[in-house]
């Protein structure tokens, strides 16, 4: 049992923990009690999160502020003050821990139908609609640039330089396809610098598998992960949630054949997302493809530059396994390239003239 546990406000006796989602960052677990309640306990990872208290004052305030727009208590996360009061703990190894109820239900790795999809797209929509009026000034960048796709090159850049661990020799036909990108990669940010794009806040992190779905009728029932809850764009949103959930394979697939883009997902996640966001700017739904591309673009340049640096940011479960990723990345970068048209397409039927 996770020790941590004890320090939260909870009333009944703790019994049963095990490890919980597949998250590649944080650490979790699912907490059972006596009399049935259950608890998720998370282990805050400092490495990326650096200031773990602006991170919980940030998911505090933004929970808070959804509480006051849903009828139902369990549309939103519901986090257990620690004895102290505050919501996290810190342990004797300087580990944070923060805690919240856990009401049932499931996450998926990939959607099972389109009904599904559909659901994680409005349960992300509707997220942005309910933060449009909330005041962006008051949040804390939990990791500075997260979505600023140049310094993310710029990263990478200074990673190939470094080439700490000698991995450079075999990815220069990554290098190459990533560079060749590098100017459209940077489009989204200026568009955001210029005020083109408007700034809003977004929850920078929307694979499927951080929405929680009821269990007997499969409706989102919240969005889960709200660490990187930042002012950002609403196409990186969108964008990673098609980056992973309408894809064909998983974004760690070996098999790179069977990596692609599915359009029919692809436009099922659009109906579903427009149908909770009512707030776009026409310009923002043109964009929308373009997002997808950016974002998973980004996610390559991300994963490359922590191989290239001895895998010290994600999570992994083999030594390759962050190269494997971008190779996946990729591939669906050149086959949103393949389908492009087709994308546009889908979108117009969106955009209001
Ligand atoms: C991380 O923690 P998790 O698995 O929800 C990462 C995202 C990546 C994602 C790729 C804080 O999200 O940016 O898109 O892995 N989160 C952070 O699976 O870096
Ligand atoms: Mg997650």
């Known amino acids: 049992m996770q020790q941590a546990i004890h320090h939260f406000q909870i009333m009944s006796q703790p019994v049963h923990c095990r490890s919980f989602g597949h998250g590649n960052i944080n650490y979790t677990f699912q907490i059972t009690t006596d009399n049935g309640k259950q608890y998720i306990l998370q282990r805050i990872n400092t490495h990326v999160f650096k200031n773990p208290v602006q991170l919980m004052q940030n998911v505090i305030a933004v929970t808070q502020h959804i509480r006051r727009k849903v009828d139902d208590p369990n549309r939103v996360l519901n986090f257990v003050?620690?004895?102290?009061?505050?919501?996290?703990?810190?342990?004797?190894?300087?580990?944070?821990?923060?805690?919240?109820?856990?009401?049932?239900?499931?996450?998926?790795?990939?959607?099972?139908?389109?009904?599904?999809?559909?659901?994680?797209?409005?349960?992300?929509?509707?997220?942005?609609?309910?933060?449009?009026?909330?005041?962006?000034?008051?949040?804390?960048?939990?990791?500075?640039?997260f979505h600023n796709t140049p310094d993310r090159y710029r990263q990478l850049h200074i990673a190939m330089d470094e080439d700490a661990c000698d991995r450079l020799q075999y990815v220069q036909r990554e290098i190459d396809f990533i560079m060749e990108r590098e100017q459209e990669a940077g489009t989204i940010q200026r568009m955001l610098e210029s005020g083109e794009l408007p700034l809003r806040v977004t929850h920078n992190d929307t694979k499927l598998n951080n929405v929680l779905l009821d269990m007997k009728t499969r409706k989102a029932l919240c969005v889960l992960d709200l660490d990187t809850v930042m002012p950002g764009s609403s196409l990186f949103d969108f964008g990673d949630s098609i980056r992973f959930g309408a894809a064909t394979a998983p974004e760690d697939v070996q098999e790179l054949s069977r990596m692609s883009l599915d359009l029919h997902r692809f436009e099922v996640y659009t109906k579903g997302y427009l149908d909770g966001c009512h707030s776009l700017t026409k310009r923002e739904i043109e964009l929308l493809p373009l997002g997808a591309k950016i974002i998973t673009l980004e996610l390559a340049v991300r994963f490359l530059t922590d191989y290239l640096e001895s895998d010290h940011y994600f999570k992994t479960q083999y030594s390759d396994h962050n190269l494997v990723r971008t190779r996946a990345q990729l591939r669906l970068v050149q086959d949103m390239e393949a389908k492009w048209n087709q994308m546009q397409k889908i979108i117009e039927n969106y955009v209001e003239n």
Do not use: H, K
């Open 81 to 145: 003050p620690a004895l102290d009061g505050s919501y996290y703990y810190r342990d004797e190894r300087r580990r944070y821990w923060r805690c919240y109820e856990f009401v049932g239900g499931f996450c998926l790795e990939a959607p099972e139908s389109d009904a599904d999809f559909y659901e994680s797209a409005v349960a992300f929509g509707r997220f942005q609609e309910q933060l449009s009026d909330f005041p962006a000034e008051t949040l804390f960048e939990t990791i500075p640039n």
